[in-house]
């Protein structure tokens, strides 16, 4: 358990200033771990077809994430600790036309969008493997238990067979817009990434699984945000590694593309980007992966300022607040309303503009391809953007990029920095 005091200490004590600081690579030597991640879904079908339920059951999932990631911030830090402008809103809700359905995975191809990267790690002496969807967004490490019924499609915790398992008080429940839920019993075991191992972290053994998950492709969630945030109030694997002292720096990186993923424990793979890495400080003092002083521009064009970002590999679809996703698209010649409901827009498939992100330093660029999230319907000459106009609650000037931004750069999180970096990919 954390005192508040310690999770300002470690978490959230956080500079405010948006300017870009280089750091050059060149001399530096590689010490991390690499965990190679593999594609396991696709928001566009086979044939290149938006898949429209898959997005919107994200859109709701994402809310719910970010609703609950609120919750346990204002549990464990106290009401003034929410970032500014933010809200806890009421929990979101699948379609009515949608209600009562599963989450289904997509046969994953080279072509495909990508909808969750996994990767594997283990718990428990002697150790027990899962596929773990890594999450910048989320700070808790959770997996089905053994005795969860609804949980038999995916590889199960069973703590009678880890010589190092032990019970810890609390509880852990997360809801979802489907009306389940997902809840278990907090557990301690030892758990590896990619060779980084941590002791006593605490876990949850998960015996009621949540719809949302019971056909998904991953075994759980592994939480990469900062303590605060914790469903469980404890340390993330990261968290305690470092402080165990087995993760070789006090940064993890991400590549995600359509080939060679992976998730870098300790460091960075230089063999993966080139140049110097732009850091920027984080402005959120509520322990989200979040900075400031963004821009974006169309075709080159910028059309809005100012803003802030959170940094979420769990998310796909890219997201702004409902006004400022109105603007920009008001920018891109062509566009149109598809779903007011879901802030979703469509615009003809051959038009799809360069979109590019910039926070005081280099412009990063998403190619037309990855922003276009796939044909309305089958033969189409209409096509969905990868930008929702969506209020999650977090603050009315803060938008979130999730994969679709990126797969166009090598992605850096550094703890000790308190910043996220950007490379160019080697």
Known sequence: MFCKTTLF???LALLSTASPITRDETTSVTTGIRVPLNKRGSLKTADGVFDYEKAVRQLVRLKNKHRQNLLNLQRNVGHDALPFGAEIKALATLPAHLFG????????????????WTGPITIGNPPQNFTIDFDTGSSD????????????????????????????????????????????????????VGGVTATAQRFAAVTNESSTFTDDPSDGVFGLGFPALSNLNSKPFFFTAMEQGTAPEGAFAFKLDQSGSELFIGGTNKDLYKGDIEFHNLTSTAGFWQIGGASVS??????????????????????????????????????????????????????FPEVSFSWG??????????????????????????????????????????????????????????????????
């Open 9 to 11: 200490t470690i978490a």
């Open 101 to 116: 359905g599963k989450r289904g995975a997509v046969p994953l191809t080279d072509q495909s969008f990508d909808l969750e």
């Open 141 to 192: 490490l959770w997996v089905p238990a053994a005795s969860c019924e609804s949980c038999k499609k995916h590889a199960l915790y069973d703590p009678s067979k880890s010589s190092e398992s032990t019970k810890q008080n609390g509880t852990f429940q997360i809801h979802y817009g489907d009306g389940s839920s997902t809840s278990g019993i907090p557990y301690s075991d030892t758990v590896t």
């Open 298 to 351: 169309v075709q080159g064009k910028q059309v809005a300022t100012g803003f802030d970002t959170v940094i979420d590999s769990g998310s796909t679809i890219m997201t702004a607040p409902v006004a400022a996703a109105a603007a920009f698209w008001a920018s891109v010649d062509g566009a149109q309303v598809f779903d007011k409901d879901q802030g979703l827009w469509s615009l003809p498939c051959d038009k």
């Open 361 to 426: 330093g280099k412009t990063w660029t998403i190619s037309a391809e990855d922003f276009n999230a796939g044909m309305v319907e089958f033969g189409s000459d209409q096509c969905i953007g990868a930008l929702a106009g969506s209020d999650l609650g977090l603050g009315k000037n803060t938008w979130l990029l999730g994969d679709t931004f990126m797969k166009s750069v090598y992605s850096v999180f550094s703890v000790e920095k308190k910043a996220v970096g950007f490379a160019e990919l080697a």
